[in-house]
């Protein structure tokens, strides 16, 4: 059902759940002329889809850049997300909005609650900082009508920069597709090596600074991120963002046995279930915290030292 909501907070596209009509199982975002028309990236995704997502909404994204370079494969990612939202939404008690023929919520907010509300937080959840939303630095399609590689590299740089500002830290990868989107195109291999040369010059101009595979903002230090509702990867995380959410999740003498703890770090960090690439990289992190001092491992569990 398209365009589902009322006033600033429509929803390109709601999936209505064949099993219990009124309710919508996820939502599908796309950015279209109302996304690139947001003044900030603040606008486009921090606040809208915190109001969104406090509301109940699951919440799925296309990026026309995406969709232009392999239309099969994100209709392919898109059904598979939809059927997990569907699967998903069966766990959850039935509570859905009322709907009107419009397909517009009458719920007193103007934003119709994808299934029930959220789960209210457990004692340790409440009691466990939280991690701050995780805020895409935007500007895609910013030089549409530019070649990329005919730019100076100097305004590569900068368009880097502008995204290691919000982003850092940032995977490589990342910017790099940041960057083409910007310029609206794909990150073939000549663009790959032409943004790469221009984070060279950005480190040398010390307007970023490289560790490893991802890129920081100079002098930051990490912040701990929610990915819920981003799809984001587990090797694009930081090892220092990993070790802060196990430092956030062990806060005020919590400790957790291994697997727990893996559970609860991939709860700090948004993550609605565990996989073998999550799981891995948390390990690591977990095996190099014990290693190093930093945690130690006792019969009550993993805790801060």
């Not at 073998?276 to 390990?283: F, H, R, T, V, Y």
Request: proline share 6%.
């Amino acid at each position: 059902m398209p365009q589902v909501g009322v006033a600033g907070y429509r929803i390109d596209l709601g999936i209505v759940d064949p099993a219990a009509p009124g309710r919508f199982v996820c939502g599908i975002e796309c950015d279209g002329v109302a996304y690139h028309a947001s003044e900030t990236a603040r606008d486009r995704d921090r606040l809208r889809q915190q109001v969104l997502e406090a509301r109940g909404w699951t919440l799925l994204r296309v990026w026309s850049t995406d969709w232009f370079k392999d239309r099969h494969g994100q209709v392919e990612r898109i059904v598979r997300l939809v059927e997990e939202a569907k699967a998903h939404a069966r766990t959850r008690p039935e509570a859905p909005p009322a709907v009107s023929a419009e397909g517009i919520s009458t719920d007193t907010a103007a934003v119709p609650v994808a299934g029930s509300p959220p789960a209210r937080p457990t004692a340790d959840e409440a009691e466990r900082e939280a991690a701050t939303p995780y805020l895409f630095a935007g500007g895609e399609a910013r030089y549409p009508d530019r070649d990329l590689l005919a730019e100076p590299p100097s305004t590569l740089a900068d368009a880097i920069a502008s995204v290691v500002e919000v982003e850092s830290p940032v995977h490589v990868d990342d910017v790099i597709a940041r960057v083409a989107a910007m310029w609206d195109t794909r990150a073939g291999t000549r663009i790959q090596s032409r943004i790469l040369d221009a984070c060279t010059l950005a480190e040398r101009q010390r307007v970023v600074e490289r560790r490893g595979e991802f890129l920081w903002e100079p002098g930051r230090d990490v912040v701990v991120r929610s990915r819920a509702g981003t799809r984001s990867l587990a090797e694009r995380i930081a090892p220092e963002e990993y070790r802060a959410a196990v430092m956030m999740a062990l806060d005020h003498g919590r400790s957790f046995a291994r697997p727990a703890l893996v559970n609860e770090v991939r709860s700090v960090l948004g993550f609605s279930r565990t996989g073998a690439s999550l799981d891995e990289a948390i390990g690591a992190v977990l095996d190099g915290m014990l290693a190093d001092g930093v945690l130690g491992e006792g019969s009550t569990g993993i805790r801060r030292r």
